[in-house]
């Protein structure tokens, strides 16, 4: 099975600044027959399911603002929130499709400094 | 749009068993290109997925390992959603339980349904 490790756990940042959470998995989630990496970034706010935000590591869903943004391939990713919003206060997960069991992080809290 | 609307009971007595249905608007459970999946979540446990159904010509389903035994996931095509079952629940049974959707075959979850906490308790 595929275990999916994010770090930070938490992380405050101020408004306006840069907010940057990473996921490693335990396995490479990149594709080779079609050079896509498995791997989505969701958003959770209190009482409510989790939001798809990226797939396909960097594929942003459509209505998701810009300032969200994945990159990385393999084993390492990243989600980065640029000019960080008072909104954006949620946990964030990173979730691998490339084999059942699917996957997810532990979460990232994510909180205004 | 395609919308999941989740029902079932918030509680559930230890040993006995936990039955949640998913109804689905806007898509097909007998969809080709589509799996149905449920998936958990517990402050001990984090997000898990237990397990889908899904209809390539005939109907297949995948299950967690952690659950295998006690699990099935089972469409209805007349009423167009899904079910889950899960028996022989314990207090770790108690989480919020999410339907969701993943196009094509190994992809995201989206759409998901609104949630349902089960509290496994005597």
């Known amino acids: 099975d595929i275990v999916m490790t994010q770090s930070p756990d938490s992380l405050a940042v101020s408004l306006g600044e840069r907010a940057t959470i990473n996921c490693k998995s335990s396995?490479?989630?990149?594709?080779?027959?079609?050079?896509?990496?498995?791997l989505g970034w969701y958003q959770q706010k209190p009482g409510q399911p989790p939001k798809l935000l990226i797939y396909?590591?960097?594929t942003r869903e459509s209505g998701v603002p810009d300032r969200f943004s994945g990159s990385g391939s393999g084993t390492d990713f990243t989600l980065t929130i640029t000019s960080l919003q008072a909104e954006d206060v949620a946990v964030y997960y990173c979730q691998q499709y490339y084999s059942t069991p699917y996957s997810f992080g532990q979460g990232t809290k994510l909180e205004i400094k | 749009q395609v919308q999941l609307q989740q029902s079932g009971p918030g509680l559930v007595k230890p040993s006995q068993t936990l039955s949640l249905t998913c109804a689905i608007s806007g898509d097909s459970v007998s969809s080709n290109s589509a799996t149905w999946n449920w998936i958990r979540q517990s402050p001990s446990r984090g997000l898990e997925w237990l397990g889908r159904?899904?209809?390539?010509?005939?109907?297949?389903?995948d299950y967690a390992v952690s659950v295998k035994s006690r699990v099935t996931v089972n469409p209805d095509t007349s009423k167009n959603q899904l079910s889950l079952h899960l028996n022989s629940v314990t207090p770790e049974d108690t989480a919020v339980y999410y339907c969701a959707r993943v196009i094509g075959g190994d992809g995201w979850f989206d759409p998901w349904g609104q949630g349902t906490l089960v509290t496994v308790s005597s």
């Open positions: 396995q490479n989630v990149l594709y080779s027959s079609n050079n896509k990496n498995y």
């Open positions: 159904t899904y209809y390539r010509s005939q109907w297949f389903n």
């Open positions: 396909w590591a960097s």
